[in-house]
C-alpha cells in the first residue's frame, strides 16, 4: 500500500515477472504483416486474422476455415492468445449493466463495465456523454453502448477516495489486454447477449482502473486499434473515445500531437491547490492552473470540448464557493468547451468520504449553470455492484 500521497508512475518490478504474451492487437497492421511473414507465412494471413479477430470479433482457429487448418493453430498461438480469463461476471440494471472481473496471465485482476442506454436521456449525464458535442444537459433519442475499460491494474496516483489508489499500481496493461475487454463486450453485443437486441459498441471511456496517461503508448495504441477502419481495427468513431486523465500535463500535451479526434476528461475534483494537494495527490506535481492550461491546449488543437470529472464529496469539496470558483476558472480557461460531469461518490468499504447531500448537489449545479457552464450529474450505473472503480477486484483478492 502507498504512503498518503505517495505516487508510483513505474511499477515495482516483481520477482519472475515477465510480459504479457504478445497479441495481435498489440501491432499496427504493417506489423502484423511483417511478423507473419516472418514465421514464413504469407503476409496476407495478417489481413484474415484481422478480419476474424476485428471485424467478426473470432479468435477460435476452428473458425478461421479461410486459413489452411494445418497453420490455424500456430497462426491462433502466436497472434491470438488468451490474455485474459474472467473470474466474475454480475449484471445490474435489468442486465444492461454488465461489470467483468478479468484475471490476466500473471494473475493480475482488473475489471470493465459494459452498459446500453436506450433512448432519451435528460439531466444525467452517461458514461461517453463527454464525447457529444451537443449540449449534454438536453434531451435525445438515441441508443448507446459504452465500454469502461482498465488501463493498469492497480493505479499509482493514490487518490484518498478510490479503492483501486489505495491498493497501488501492480503493472500497466498491454495494449492487446486493453483490447480484450472492449472486443469481448463486442462479443455479447453482437450475440445479442445484451438486453435491447444485437449491436455494436459506441463508445470506450478510459475511466476503469489505472491512470490511462501513465500507460501513454499502450493506451494510444488500443484508441487506434479501436477507431482504426474494420477490419484493420473495431472501426469505433474517435468522438465516441474519452481518455481520462487526473492531470498528466507533458502526457496531456503529447496527446494533442496525437491527431486523434478523442475527447479529453480531466478528474479535477478540487478547484484550489490547497484541497487537490489532498484529494489529488498528482496536484503536487502540476497545480490545478497548468492542468486548465494543458487542457485549453488540447481544445485549441483539437476543437473538442473537455470534459472536466468532478466527484462531489459531502463537506469536501461540494462547497458552494468551490463550485463558484470551478466556474469562474473555467470560463476564464476553456470558455464554452468545458463541460462538468459531476460524480456522486459511490464510498468505498470504511471510507470516511461520502456523498454529497441532494441540497449542496442541487447548489453545486445551479451555481456552475449560473456562470453559463455546463453541467451534468452522472448515471451513477452499477452503483449495486460495487461500481466505483477497483471495488469489485477488491472484493475477490
Ligand atoms: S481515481 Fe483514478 S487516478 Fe485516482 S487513484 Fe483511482 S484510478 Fe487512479
Known sequence: ??????????????????????????????????????????????????????????????????????????????????????VREITCDDGTTRKTV?????????????????????????????????PA????????ITVCVSSQAGCGMNCPFCATGQAGLT??????????????????????????????????????MGEPLANYNAVIGAVRRLTDPSPHGLGISQRGITVSTVGLVPAIDKLATEGLNVTLAVSLHAPDDELRDTLVPINTRWKVAEV?????????????????????????????????????????????????????????????????RAKDEKEFVRRLENQGVPVTVRDTRGREIDGACGQLAASIR
Open 1 to 86: 500500500m502507498p504512503a498518503p500521497g505517495e505516487l508510483t508512475f513505474t511499477a515495482p518490478r516483481r520477482a519472475g515477472a515477465t510480459r504479457p504474451p504478445r497479441h495481435l492487437a498489440d501491432l499496427a497492421p504493417s506489423e502484423r504483416r511483417a511478423a507473419v511473414a516472418d514465421l514464413g507465412h504469407p503476409a496476407f494471413r495478417a489481413n484474415q486474422l484481422s478480419t476474424h479477430y476485428f471485424a467478426r470479433l473470432v479468435d477460435d482457429p476452428d473458425q478461421m476455415t479461410d486459413v489452411p487448418a494445418a497453420v490455424r493453430a500456430e497462426l491462433a498461438a502466436q497472434f491470438l492468445p488468451r490474455l485474459a480469463t474472467p
Open 102 to 134: 478479468w484475471r490476466l496471465f500473471d494473475g493480475a485482476l482488473v475489471e470493465s463495465v459494459l452498459m446500453r442506454y436506450f433512448g432519451a436521456v435528460s439531466g444525467h449525464a452517461e458514461l461517453g456523454d463527454e464525447a457529444d458535442d451537443a
Open 137 to 144: 444537459a438536453t434531451t435525445r433519442g438515441r441508443d448507446r
Open 171 to 208: 503493472r500497466n496493461l498491454s495494449t492487446g489486454e486493453i483490447v480484450e475487454q472492449i472486443v469481448a463486450a463486442a462479443r455479447l453485443v453482437a450475440g445479442g447477449e445484451v438486453p435491447g437486441g444485437a449491436g455494436r459498441v459506441s463508445n470506450v471511456v478510459f475511466m476503469g
Open 292 to 356: 486548465l492550461d494543458a487542457a485549453a491546449r488540447y481544445v485549441a488543437a483539437t476543437k473538442r470540448r473537455v470534459s472536466i470529472e468532478y466527484a462531489l464529496i459531502r463537506d469536501i469539496n461540494d462547497q458552494a464557493w468551490r463550485a463558484d470558483l470551478l466556474g469562474q476558472l473555467l470560463r476564464a480557461t476553456l470558455g464554452h468547451l468545458a463541460h462538468v460531469n459531476l460524480i456522486p461518490l459511490n464510498p468505498t468499504p470504511g471510507s470516511k468520504w461520502t456523498a454529497s
